[in-house]
């Protein structure tokens, strides 16, 4: 059974940092890449960031460029988001997901998402 399970996330005021966490399991994912999506209240889930297994290719979103950074520990089959500089509207659940696709900006390329994890930004 393939399961992402995420961690990580919370309450933080602005200017801080989070790092959030997501395990995959269950089965081989050296030819997948992973990617954190987050959906505000009343929005669509968006696209964040995106890292190839190897963690040889990145893509962040551009208004979160410089701010947060994906990696990959292939080794514990953990793809991390670190978030720096958070602002207000970074409030959001935020998702990871994996796909074999090489299309990573579309949420239904995705084959498989973890739980979600709040992260909530105080002014």
């Known amino acids: 059974q393939v399961q992402l399970t995420q961690s990580g996330g919370g309450l933080v005021q602005a200017g801080g940092s989070l790092r959030l966490s997501c395990t995959a399991s269950?089965?081989?994912?050296?030819?997948?890449?992973m990617g954190w999506f987050r959906q505000a209240p009343g929005k669509e889930r968006e696209f964040v960031a995106a890292i190839s297994w190897n963690g040889g290719s990145t893509y962040v979103l551009d208004s979160v460029k410089g701010r947060f950074t994906i990696s990959i520990d292939n080794v514990k089959n953990t793809v991390y988001l670190q978030m720096n500089s958070l602002k207000p509207e970074d409030t959001a659940v935020y998702y990871c997901?994996?796909?074999?696709?090489?299309?990573?900006?579309?949420?239904?390329?995705?084959?498989?998402w973890g739980q979600g994890t709040q992260v909530t930004v105080s002014s």
């Open positions: 997901a994996a796909t074999i696709s090489g299309s990573y900006v579309y949420t239904d390329r995705y084959d498989y």
């Open positions: 269950g089965r081989t994912f050296s030819s997948y890449a």
